[in-house]
T-cell receptor
């Protein structure tokens, strides 16, 4: 169990640029989640995948955001035309199938918009 | 819809003293409950979970929590804290249906001092 890996750990970009984050889940986990955490708040759900299928998306996920998990393994989260309000920690988690399965989190990608 | 309330944003405590971090939830369906800990610039680590059965749940690092259905609470306790317990603690709720997302509280900062 090597844990959930996220890359990069930090990303600084100018407003209006596109950014892409990667998440590698625990290998035997078929569910993968994305959350966003702003300063002083708890994580907020964005979306989740079961294998390669994206099963749920939050209303927080505007059309500038897109997530993929093409082969049911790693996932990418892309933000187009970044805005100041996108500054946050983006957390990835994975779990085995089943709502009673605990989610294991990566260390996150901290996005700062200049 | 479900929600989590963590009433205390900060809890200062002396080393070796007991501590209780409060969590109340609201949900129209049956729930699973979790406590996570977050150290600075890291992701979330699972402390303990309540799925069913005994209402007293023991977790890692000497923490325990008690599920109280009538009071819709899931308070976290530790009989004697250490400096190393200084961190942010998040309570989270997931429903027992097919949806897998977790809803988090806003967190409680536990500050342990000598």
């Amino acid at each position: 169990d090597t844990g959930v890996s996220q890359d990069p750990r930090h990303k600084i970009t100018k407003r209006g640029q596109n950014v892409t984050f990667r998440c590698d889940p625990i290998s035997e986990h078929n569910r993968l989640y994305w959350y966003r955490q702003t300063l002083g708040q708890g994580p907020e759900f964005l979306t989740y995948f079961q294998n390669e299928a994206q099963l749920e998306k939050s209303r927080l996920l505007s059309d500038r955001f897109s997530a993929e998990r093409p082969k049911g393994s790693f996932s990418t989260l892309e933000i187009q035309r970044t805005e100041q309000g996108d500054s946050a920690m983006y957390l990835c988690a994975s779990s085995k199938q089943g709502s009673n399965q605990p989610q294991h989190f990566g260390d996150g990608t901290r996005l700062s918009i200049l | 819809a479900q929600s989590v309330t963590q009433l205390d944003s900060q809890v200062p405590v002396f080393e070796e003293a007991p501590v209780e971090l409060r969590c109340n939830y609201s949900s129209s369906v049956s729930v699973y409950l979790f406590w996570y800990v977050q150290y600075p610039n890291q992701g979330l680590q699972l402390l303990l979970k309540y799925l069913s059965g005994s209402t007293l749940v023991k977790g890692i690092n000497g923490f325990e929590a008690e599920f109280n259905k009538s009071q819709t609470s899931f308070h976290l306790r530790k009989p004697s804290v250490h400096i190393s317990d200084t961190a942010e603690y998040f309570c989270a709720v997931g429903n027992t249906g097919t949806a897998s997302k977790l809803t988090f509280g806003t967190g409680t900062r536990l500050q342990v001092t000598l």
